[in-house]
Structure formats: C-alpha cells, structure tokens
C-alpha cells in the first residue's frame, strides 16, 4: 500500500527560540539547521526577520547554507514583514514565507481590533504579496485552536485563490482536544471546495500536554503537515516534539496512511545538539530522547528484553540514534581521523585554521581524558571553541585552592582583547570564587539567570559540561563551556556568555520589539 509523505516542518529555530533563555546566536543556528537537513527534515523554519537585525541575518545565512530543506521565514500579514522574509530568503535554494493573521474572535476584537471581512482582505493581500517572491506560500490562522469552523473556511477557501498551498491550522494557546482538534481537520478538508489545491498542515502548543496528541489525532483525519520542534522546544509549555511524532507515525504505521521519510537515527544528536546550545537539559524520561529512554531496570522487563527483545521494546534505540558510549579517538589520533568523525556526526569547519583550534583542543583532552567519545567530540565544538577566535575574553589560566574550613580562593589570568591581566578572588565555593574574579576584571553590568551542570559522559573522568544563561538590557545569552575539571568548565562558560553579551550584534529577546 503506497503511504503518504507527511511533511516535517521544523521550528526549533523560530518558535523554540522564544522559550524565554533559549535564545540562539547566528553560527548556532546554523549548526542546528544543518544538523536538521542532515535529518531530512523538509521545511526548516530560521526565524523572523522583521524581529530585529540579528533575526533577519540569521534567516539570510541559514537559507545560504542549506541546500537539502527548504528554508521558511515568517512574516505578520504586513507588506513590510512579507518583503523582509523575501529579503533575507533571496538565496535560499528552496524557500517558503510563511504568513499569518489571528482568526479567533478573541484575537481579532481584542487584539487586531479589525472586523472578519478586515481580516480576510488582509489575509488574501499578503499570500498574494508572498507570491511576487516565491510560488511556496504557507498561511497560518493564528489561534485557529479557538476559531469559529465557518470563519476558518471562508479565509482558507480565500487564501487558497490567493495562491497558498500550505494551510496551517495552530493551536496557539495548546487549547484543543484530540478528538476535536482531528474532527477540525476532518471537516475543514471536506467542506473548503478548493482544499485538494492545498496541504493541511497543524501546529500544536503543549500547554496541557496535547501538542503531540493533537497533532497525531490531525495525521489520522487527513493533515500532511505537522509543525514540530527538536525537544518540544517552544514558547510557554513548548511545541509538538518532532521526535515524538515522527516515531510515533513511524512505531504505529497501522494508524497512520503516511511517513515522513526522516533519517530517524539523527534524531538523538540532533536532540543533543539543541540542548546543549540552549541549556534546555532533556528530562531523564522524556520520550525517545531522555537518557531514560530506552533503560529497563525492572528484573522482570531486562528478563524479557533479552529473552526476545520485542516483549518490552517497541522501537529500537539504534534507530533513533542511541549508540554505546564509543571511544572513537584517542592520544594518538591524528587530524584526518578526528576531522572524518566530526563530519560523520555533522560537524563542519569553515577554515583549516578552526579545524587546527579544534584539533588543539581535541589533543588537549585526549591528554587529560583516556578515553574520547563522540559526546566529548560533540561538547568541544558545540562548548564555545569555533567561534573561539574572534573573542575579546579568553582565559589563560585558572588556578583554584578549596580547604576545608578555608574560604576558596581562584587566581585567574585572562586576556581581555589582548591585553593579559590577572587577579585573585575569594568566594563562596570554588565556581564562585572564579566568577567573582572574571567579574572584577570585565565589569559586563550583567544579571545571571541560569548555572547549571552536566556530565557529558558516565565516570568521574567524564567531562562536565556548564551552561551559564546571562541578561543584559533585555537581551539574553547562553555560554558553554566544557572540562573534565568542572570549575575550568564553569569559567569557560561564564567568559563564553560575556563574549556573546558584549557583541555589538547581541539580540534581544526574539519577537521582543514587534
Ligand atoms: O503558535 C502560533 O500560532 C504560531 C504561528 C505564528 C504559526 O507560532
Ligand atoms: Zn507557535
């Protein structure tokens, strides 16, 4: 039987980047964009480029560096946001603009203050905008979720003449229920005459934990898209998981007349990925991507799994990515050997000078750690170290003395855009003693809003990875940092934050000034 394709829009880089912290910095969004078209992920929503300059850059160099998925920039219903996205998505191989006014009469009274036929016009307008730029033209009825069924056909019947050929039905406030969201799709498909010009697409906000329930409960009643994000990333409670869903349509193809053709083996790197470059950590039993995921620990079920596998198992953790801790590279490994693994695990250099920097590092840890796994391989480029050249702050050395009953002390030297300095500083541990002494140095008048700690790999030689989420004036960074001694790590990541907050480029928080 011949299986639908049900298209994979992916938004971790537009609508989870509005998870207040999650912010993401230009070089980051491109690692993670390239990281999703490895997946096959069809559509990749960068961002939205009216937002701010940073936003519009970030969308202009993800459509330069994709070439395999289309790139997708979203605009309001305005002339000026429709040109904006054309603007920045000019060199994509493949783009689509994404364009969407509120349907709901909570919205349109309250928000927009315009009438329905007002809301219609505006609608069919900007879709025929989009259209000057590009023939894939998506419309999103925002708050659809609580929309009136008449209303949603009237202005999808509408854009659809206009030239739409996506139609996108969002649950923005996470309000549906399963059942009814699927009758919506169901009944908007049989009663918009012109539907078959279009694909039925949903978007699905978690706030009572139905995103990927709703979604799924769409596919059944005829949706071929679903918008989702790596992790549920997303504004509020999150988005639909897109590694729930895809295995899901994938896990129960008895239910669902389609798949989505990603490569399903990607997904828990990709999920790493994200995770470690927002400081969003994954919870233990998060489904398919939590460290918990795949882990039997009741007698009975290990008895079974290895007995015959399927009594307890019903996906296979290899085919969502999860492999044995591998040691892949070693002391004595040379160049060719660790550029060949990061590029299998999708890691590329834009120069040989960053290959040498990260190959530095690399023999750096090899010296330190005796074995090297692809978590470490991941956390020495994703912690900091590409961009690592063109840094004002770099630290030197840190040397930290901790006593019991005695008040920690670091002794820091740092360069500070090239000029050495070094200072001392006490504490109230070791990581605070640091911090106290990087402060005294660079005085960055910023607040910090998040310190936390992982290890990357299992040991008490495994590398700690830190994540520190600082603000400034309403813009908001997140630095990382990796070491198998964790104050080094903390430090690193603490200097890589104030890197990114003193960038003159530095963001404020995305969608925060329209
Ligand atoms: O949640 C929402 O309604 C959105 C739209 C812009 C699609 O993110
Ligand atoms: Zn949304």
Redesign the pocket.
């Known amino acids: 039987m011949s299986q639908d394709k049900l298209v994979i829009f992916d938004?971790t880089l537009?609508?989870g980047e509005q998870s207040p912290g999650a912010s993401m910095t230009k070089e980051e969004k491109i690692r993670i964009a390239k990281a999703l078209e490895k997946m096959r992920v069809d559509v990749i929503e960068a961002g939205f480029p009216i937002a701010s300059p940073g936003d519009f850059e970030s969308v202009q160099a993800v459509a330069r560096a994709v070439t395999e998925s289309t790139v997708c920039g979203?605009a309001r219903a305005l002339d000026k946001d429709i040109d904006r996205v054309g603007e920045a998505l000019k060199d994509a191989r493949s783009a689509r603009i994404?364009t969407?006014i509120a349907t709901s009469p909570i919205h349109m009274e309250r928000k927009l203050r315009m009438s329905p036929d007002e809301v219609v016009e505006q609608a069919v307008h900007a879709v025929k905008r989009a259209r000057n730029y590009t023939d894939n033209v998506e419309f999103?009825a925002?708050?659809a979720g609580r929309s009136e069924l008449d209303f949603l056909c009237r202005i999808f019947e509408a854009v659809i003449d206009a030239g739409a050929r996506t139609l996108?039905v969002?649950?923005?406030v996470g309000y549906a229920m399963p059942h009814q969201f699927g009758e919506t799709i169901r009944l908007l498909r049989e009663r918009i005459p012109n539907a078959d010009k279009a694909i039925f697409s949903v978007?699905c906000?978690n706030d009572l934990g139905l995103a990927v329930a709703n979604s799924l409960s769409a596919v059944i009643n005829g949706a071929r898209q679903v918008?989702c994000t790596i992790n549920g990333l997303g504004?509020r409670a999150g988005n639909a998981a897109l590694e729930e869903i895809v295995m899901a349509v994938r896990t129960r193809r008895d239910m669902f007349n389609c798949d989505s053709g990603l490569d399903t083996t990607q997904i828990v790197s990709c999920s790493k990925l994200v995770s470690n470059i927002t400081g969003f950590p994954v919870q233990p039993n998060k489904a398919i991507v939590g460290a918990n995921a795949f882990a039997h620990e009741s007698g009975i079920h290990q008895d079974g799994v290895l007995k015959h596998r399927e009594t307890y198992e019903i996906m296979r953790a290899e085919d969502v990515g999860w492999t044995q801790n591998r040691m892949v590279l070693g002391k004595h490994s040379g160049r060719n050997a660790f550029r060949s693994r990061l590029i299998e695990l999708g890691m590329t250099f834009a120069s040989e000078e960053e290959l040498n920097a990260a190959f530095a590092r690399f023999k750096d840890l090899a010296d330190k750690k005796h074995e090297v796994f692809d978590e470490d391989l991941q956390a020495l480029v994703t912690a900091g170290g590409i961009e690592a050249e063109n840094e004002r702050i770099k630290l030197v050395s840190l040397k930290v003395c901790i006593e019991t009953g005695e008040t920690p002390t670091a002794n820091l030297v740092l360069t500070f855009d090239g000029k050495e300095q070094a200072v001392a500083a006490g504490g109230g541990g070791p990581v605070d003693a640091a911090f106290k002494a990087i402060d005294s140095i660079i005085e960055s008048g910023s607040e910090l809003l998040l310190y936390s700690v992982n290890n990357i790999t299992t040991g008490t030689d495994s590398q700690g990875e830190v994540t520190v989420r600082l603000q400034k004036a309403g813009h908001i960074v997140n630095g990382q940092g990796s070491d198998t001694d964790i104050v080094v790590a903390s430090a690193k990541a603490y200097i890589n934050a104030l890197n990114k907050i003193m960038e003159p480029n530095a963001r404020a928080h995305p969608q925060g000034d329209v």
Do not use: V, Y
């Open positions: 938004t537009r609508d979203l994404h969407f999103s925002e708050d996108n969002p649950d923005t978007h906000h918008e504004e």
